[in-house]
Each structure stands twice: as structure tokens, then as C-alpha cells.
């Protein structure tokens, strides 16, 4: 109020033409000129040479050289052979497969960190290491909320972040069952229940699982985006049909399981368990890439896979 009158900011705010009159008297092409020339003028460079690629630090915990260019991720999925990583319920989320929490010293990644010389203090959460895969890595299952149905303890499932190594049947923390599994090269598969994968779209909810070496996830269902990451991780993500479940199938997680099949859009596979007594049997289920892009970027092994051979398809045409 001045002098008993309302002022409201449209009777002060200036008008158009008096911005225009400010910014036509205050700036100048010459300040622009005395950034931009300069800035991309041409100049010889006679400083050290730098290599044209990132020097990758072997201590490094927080970034490494990701492995997702060779190794198993590099090879053939025959998906034949696969024995169980985990037989899992109904709801699982992104947080069991690949928690984001603080990390503890009591942990799989926790030991990994002491060995690499970080103090405890320093340990951070699993989210600031997803950098580094061998950190990472390590995050797989390893929520302790997790019920391995294969891990039993006085006729119950036993929680925590465990596994049952086959055909021993040995239990042991998670990430001790993965290493075995990876030292043997062997193939694995999960099976779930219904909406495997819900909650946040945490990348290394699949990319864990992979690196692991599982191949494909059978489940009464999943969630939309897990799925899309799983595709672009080069891991089969099938469907059981209607009724199926890992109960009515009496699934323990002893068995071994193929996929024969045609991999099409949304086609029936087969998915063939034999079990440990010699008996085989044979499970329709839903292929669950849905296009054929997802398809074609599974089929060459992932979506950076499909990337690269894109990038070189058209290099070579360039050329």
C-alpha cells in the first residue's frame, strides 16, 4: 500500500519494450565473441600426451572396467544344464535381488572392501559402488529378508541372503554359492512366483543375476521394467501358464532345466525339468519377449551387444 492505493506487481513489472530497451543496450555480440571464438578457435596442442582411453585404476572400488564385452556374457546361452541359483515366492523386488543399503562389514561386499584396503567407515552403500561390478556383483541376493525355498532349516525355509549348491546340496551365503557356480561355468536359472521384480528399476537387479550366469527366469509373472531389464541383460525372461507353479511342478531346486524352443515373440517354449531320480518333464511356457525387438536385442546377447554390432553394421557401410 503507498498513500492508501493497493500496488499489485503488474502495476511495477516492466513491459516489453522496456526489456527490450535494457537488453538491446546491454549486451553485445562482443561479449559472445569473447567466449565463443577462443573457445573453439584451433590451436596446435603441444602439452603431454593423454592415451585416448580411461586409464582404468586396478584398486579402484567406486569404478571399474565393466566385463559386460566378455567372459560368459561374451559366449553362447545354450540354456541346457541350468541348475537353480534360488526357487523363489511371490513378490520378490528389485531390493532382494540387488539391495541398495549401507554396506556391512560382515558382508560378502563388506569382506571384499577390507581386502581392497577401505576402511569400514568408508564402505558407503551398495548404490555408490555400482561402478564397480565386483562390488556390485556382490549385492545379488543379498538382502537379508530374502526365502530361498531351496534353503531349509527343521522343514521351513530359512531366511537370509543363502543358497543351496548342487548337486552337493551344500547351503552357503549367496555370493558363495555364485563364485562356485561361476568357477564350475555353470549355467543357472531362477524360478519365482507371481510379480518377480517389482519396486524401483534398479539395473543391477539384472545385470547381478546375469553376471552370475543366469540364463533364464521362470515366473508366474513379472514386473513390466524388470522384464524390459532383463531382456537388455541378454537373460529369458518365461512364463508359466495359468495353474503352473513351482508348487504344482514340486520344484526343489535339485533339478536341472532346458528351453526348447523357437525363440519368437511371446511363443511357446518348453521348458523341460529333469529331476534328480531320472524323470523328465516337459512345462509349456510363455517366451516373455514380447517384439521382436526384444528378440533381436536378445538374441545378440544384450542391448549394448545389439548396439555394437548396429555401430559396426554401419561403420562397415560408411566405408
Not at 571464438?37 to 582404468?56: C, N, Q, R, S
Request: aromatic share 8%; with cysteine; hydrophobic share 40%.
Amino acid at each position: 500500500m503507498v498513500d492508501g492505493k493497493e500496488i499489485r506487481l503488474k502495476d511495477i513489472w516492466p513491459s516489453d519494450e522496456e526489456i527490450d530497451a535494457v537488453v538491446k543496450a546491454s549486451v553485445k555480440p562482443e561479449q559472445f565473441r569473447q567466449v565463443y571464438i577462443p573457445m573453439f578457435a584451433i590451436h596446435e596442442d603441444t602439452g603431454p600426451k593423454v592415451a585416448p582411453l580411461y586409464d582404468w585404476r586396478e584398486m579402484s572400488t567406486y569404478i571399474r572396467r565393466p566385463p559386460y564385452w566378455e567372459g560368459a556374457l561374451a559366449g553362447a546361452r545354450p540354456l541346457k544344464g541350468m541348475r537353480p541359483l534360488a526357487v523363489l515366492p511371490d513378490n520378490i523386488t528389485t531390493d532382494h535381488l540387488s539391495p541398495s543399503n549401507a554396506i556391512m562389514l560382515d558382508s560378502a561386499a563388506g569382506e571384499y572392501l577390507a581386502k581392497m584396503g577401505l576402511p569400514e567407515e568408508d564402505f558407503n552403500s551398495y548404490a555408490t559402488h555400482r561402478g564397480d561390478h565386483l562390488t556390485a556383483q556382490r549385492a545379488t541376493f543379498a538382502n537379508p529378508k530374502l526365502f530361498n525355498e531351496m534353503v531349509l532349516e527343521n522343514g521351513k525355509v530359512k531366511q537370509g541372503s543363502l543358497a543351496r549348491v548342487e548337486p552337493e546340496g551344500q547351503v552357503m551365503r549367496m555370493w558363495e554359492a555364485i563364485e562356485t557356480y561361476m568357477d564350475r561355468k555353470q549355467p543357472l536359472i531362477i524360478i519365482a512366483g507371481a510379480d518377480y521384480g517389482q519396486g524401483s528399476s534398479r539395473d543391477w537387479a539384472a545385470k547381478g543375476v546375469r553376471l552370475a550366469g543366469v540364463e533364464a527366469i521362470a515366473a508366474e509373472g513379472f514386473e513390466r521394467i524388470h522384464r524390459t531389464n532383463l531382456v537388455g541383460m541378454g537373460v529369458l525372461p518365461l512364463e508359466f501358464k495359468a495353474g503352473t507353479n513351482r508348487h504344482t511342478l514340486a520344484i526343489d531346486g535339485s533339478e536341472t532345466y532346458d528351453v526348447i524352443g523357437e525363440r519368437t515373440p511371446r511363443a511357446d517354449l518348453t521348458l523341460v525339468i529333469h529331476r534328480k531320480n531320472g524323470e523328465r518333464v516337459d512345462v509349456p511356457v510363455t517366451c516373455r519377449l514380447d517384439t521382436a525387438e526384444e528378440v533381436s536385442i536378445y538374441e545378440a546377447g544384450g542391448v549394448l551387444q545389439r548396439f555394437a554390432q548396429d555401430f559396426l553394421e554401419e561403420s562397415a557401410v560408411a566405408v
